[in-house]
């Protein structure tokens, strides 16, 4: 079992910047993926970002360029830089940690912090 706590999220203008962090406790390994999804309102949730164990970063084409996702390991940790926000940004973020056992896949979520984004 893991246990995803996120922070960070708030209201900023557009243009602005926020950082997001997620803090895993449990049975968490650092081989494991960790990242970054968000849920807008009466839309699918969708991948925002997302980092691997040995640290190869993937993201949303929406937010290339803008966003940086980050691990601290030895604090299980996964961060998430976001810049030049729009309003179109606004969402639930939630975190996610992969958990493997064999070929079972199991993810773990985080709680979501919200992110409104004004224009």
């Known amino acids: 079992q893991a246990q995803l706590v996120e922070s960070g999220g708030g209201l900023v203008q557009a243009g602005g910047s926020l950082r997001l962090s997620c803090v895993a406790s449990g049975r968490v390994f650092s081989f494991n993926t960790m990242g970054w999804y968000r849920q807008a309102p009466e839309k699918q949730r969708e991948l925002v970002a997302v980092i691997s164990g040995p640290g190869t970063e993937n993201y949303a084409d929406s937010v290339k360029g803008r966003f940086t996702i980050s691990r601290d390991y030895s604090k299980n940790t996964v961060l998430l830089q976001m810049n030049s926000l729009k309003p179109e940004d606004t969402a639930v973020y939630f975190c996610?940690?992969?958990?493997?056992?064999?070929?079972?896949?199991?993810?773990?979520w985080g709680q979501g912090t919200q992110v409104t984004v004004s224009s």
């Open positions: 996610v940690y992969n958990s493997y056992s064999g070929r079972v896949k199991t993810d773990y």
